[in-house]
């Protein structure tokens, strides 16, 4: 059995040229979103391991407070 997307770019053809330049484009721009989100997250682990480490080292001094989400 072919994948959902091997079935998407069969069908694509069977619809007109304005129809399959949307699809491209919308699949396209989809991409890129998703690689600027990957890159964003991988520039932000060393700040978010930095961050990390500064609530671990709130915690074990005692530093922080149970969070009770009915207080919210």
Known sequence: MRTLLERAFAEAPKLPKA????????????????NDFDRAIAESAPKLRRLAEEA???????????????QL
């Open 19 to 34: 129809e399959q330049d949307a699809l491209a484009s919308r699949l396209l721009a989809e991409l890129d979103v998703e």
């Open 56 to 70: 671990i080292a709130e915690f074990r001094r005692g530093s922080t407070e149970e969070l009770d989400p009915d």
